[in-house]
């Protein structure tokens, strides 16, 4: 009976029955099972008004929101565009480095190919980039930045395993840069390859694009310096981050009125944190059942009988969220998941923090991961293509993302280098 | 059908409103926190200090404000249909049959949030018999009233959904 519920349950969820709601009736069907009142999940929903970490959650979505209307996102593609634009590829540089960039300081919350595709793809095609090639890469992009503070699904990750989100956000910059990087190498290789006409370095655009762009550019420097220097907490930056943004838009660009477009974008980006927030609670509602159950235990007992080292849990690891990636959104997937795989990591020696770079880098390309990967979607109904077509296109980013997850997962260094510094 | 949406619309306007007040509020508290300890740390003003010892009341308020915010957005987003959920089958799904998909999800979505009620309101009973404070003066379970009447706000909205979705078949077949 429990079993069949179960299976129900789970084929609504497939049908789009809202992910917080198949988490809260999996949670009541566990609960009722073992005799325990509802009002237990209530109890841990309630949780949220008890963790000062997750006011950072609404600041940064809500600064992400302010950042992603108006001309931020067209003064950063022509800034980097300044920079970038004269090497080979450079206009495909151009894209992953903005892209990456206004992931990082919109939060991860989803708005960059919305914000940057209208803008980035006809250039690309303009420029006679091969369709192919624009339409994979700038699918691609939407996985870039997730590393990059201040990034939404880090602070989760850090809210649900228990890491200091300070040390997340420092351990991400280099797994972050790598994977952009890549990229980028083969933006330049393929432009190289088709010999495209590129625009002259010019002094005096890069000065008046650095004009445009300075408010702005700054933003996510000074909150990794804010945070490496221990001038303040990841809350009270995100306050700090809020009023900046707010009084860059408002009062040194005008693009915003007080009026009618901060109260609209107020109430949109708490709709986003309202989605996210109702997920998380439902989460801890689960995850309180479950390990009451000794669920997390069972399963890493019946692992312990599989897989015998390190290596293996991080094959298993990788292969897992790979297809955990493809089905379901990062921030669903991380609430739901992390709570189940940290007691394993820790059994198998995998930092924690280590595991969070994982997490994000091995989500993000799940993305991009045929046949269900989300980014593919949005791509297919943004740039009007079947989705086929789109398989094919990502195909050889996809690849190089691999290689680099690869990196990131097997070199624990990488991530854990520069946190190690901060004391 | 239609007094109900018109409930519904003027509820919204309610929820957008305290919405905006709630994240002003968030936004200000936490910067007057900051500002004050920078002034009372890096310029060793006394006054800072013990301005900053009257409003040791703001951090639970801010705490407890995430939890109403969040329960006002989701709540405001079930209208709107934009749960996070994994959305497959509307691209597979044959379109006339995307009325009863929405039928039975907005069902299940009402029977869940009904339980979630019920719970929530539990909690908030169980608080109030406790007789907890959460500021002098003010009962803890006030803080807790946000649960049952977001659940109870997106049972609503689910209810809805699924109400205009049949109405919809109805009307298809009766001309």
């Not at chain 1, 228990?162 to 980028?184: D, K």
């Amino acid at each position: 009976m429990m079993i069949l519920l179960l299976i129900l349950l789970m084929g609504l969820v497939l049908f789009g029955l809202p992910v917080f709601v198949g988490i809260m009736a999996a949670a009541m069907l566990g609960l009722h099972q073992s005799g325990v009142d509802f009002s237990a999940m209530a109890i841990e929903i309630f949780r949220l008004a008890n963790a000062p970490v997750l006011l950072a959650v609404p600041l940064f979505t809500f600064a992400g929101y302010l950042l992603g209307e108006g001309g931020t996102s067209a003064r950063l593609v022509r800034f980097s565009r300044s920079v970038f634009g004269w090497i080979p590829g450079g206009l495909g540089i151009v894209a992953l480095v903005s892209c990456a960039f206004f992931t990082a300081i919109t939060g991860a919350t989803g708005v960059t190919i919305i914000a940057l595709g209208g803008l980035l793809f006809p250039a690309l095609i303009s420029e006679k980039y091969k369709e192919d090639f624009s339409l994979g890469l700038m699918t691609a992009s939407g996985s870039l930045g997730l590393h990059f503070p201040p990034s939404l699904p880090l602070i989760l990750y850090g809210f649900v395993s228990g890491v200091s989100i300070e040390r997340l956000f420092i351990a991400g910059l280099l797994p972050g840069v790598l994977m952009v990087g890549v990229l980028c190498l083969f933006s330049l290789f393929m432009g190289k390859k088709w010999n495209l006409e590129r625009p002259a370095f010019s002094f005096s655009e890069f000065l008046k694009a650095l004009k445009g762009a300075a408010w702005e550019l700054p933003v996510p420097f000074l909150i990794v310096a804010a945070i490496y220097t221990g001038f303040a907490t990841a809350t009270e930056t995100a306050v700090l981050t809020v009023v900046y943004v707010f009084l860059v838009k408002t009062l040194v660009f005008r693009e915003l009125t007080l009026r009618t477009d901060i109260p609209r974008i107020m109430i949109e980006s708490m709709k986003m944190v309202g989605a996210i927030m109702i997920v998380l609670g439902a989460a801890l509602g689960l995850t309180n059942y479950l390990v009451d159950a000794f669920v997390p235990m069972k399963i890493l007992d019946f692992m312990k009988g599989m897989v015998e080292s390190k290596i293996g849990f991080l094959i298993m690891l990788n292969l897992f969220l790979l297809a955990v990636g493809c089905m379901m959104d990062i921030f669903s997937a991380i609430l739901v998941v992390v709570p189940l795989i940290v007691p394993m990591a820790e059994q198998f020696q995998v930092d924690p923090v280590h595991l969070g770079v994982i997490f994000l880098a091995n989500l993000g390309i799940g993305y991009n991961t045929p046949p269900v990967g989300l980014n593919l979607f949005i791509a297919s109904s943004r740039f009007d293509r079947p989705i086929i077509t789109l398989y094919r296109a990502t195909l050889p980013f996809l690849f190089l993302l691999l290689l680099t997850l690869v990196m990131i997962t097997y070199w624990p260094g990488l991530s854990l280098f520069l946190p190690s510094l901060l004391k | 059908m239609i007094l109900l949406q018109r409930i519904d619309r003027a509820i919204r306007r309610a929820e957008g409103g305290l919405l905006i007040l709630f994240l002003s509020l968030m936004v200000t508290l936490t910067f007057l926190q900051i500002t004050l300890r920078a002034f009372h740390v890096y310029g060793r003003f006394e006054w800072a200090n013990s301005l900053m010892g009257y409003l040791d009341w703001t951090e639970p308020l801010v705490r407890l404000l995430v939890l109403w915010v969040s329960f006002l957005g989701a709540s405001l987003l079930t209208g709107e249909g934009k749960h996070i959920k994994i959305d497959l089958m509307s691209e597979l799904l044959p379109s006339r049959w995307l009325p009863y998909r929405e039928i039975i999800l907005s069902a299940a979505c009402v029977a869940v949030t009904a339980l979630m009620v019920q719970a929530s309101l539990g909690y908030v009973r169980m608080e109030w018999s406790f007789g907890g404070r959460l500021f002098p003066g003010v009962p803890a379970w006030i803080g807790q009233t946000i649960m049952p009447a977001g659940f109870f706000l997106m049972l609503f909205r689910f209810l809805l959904r699924g109400l205009s979705q049949a109405l919809g078949l109805l009307g298809e077949r009766k001309p």
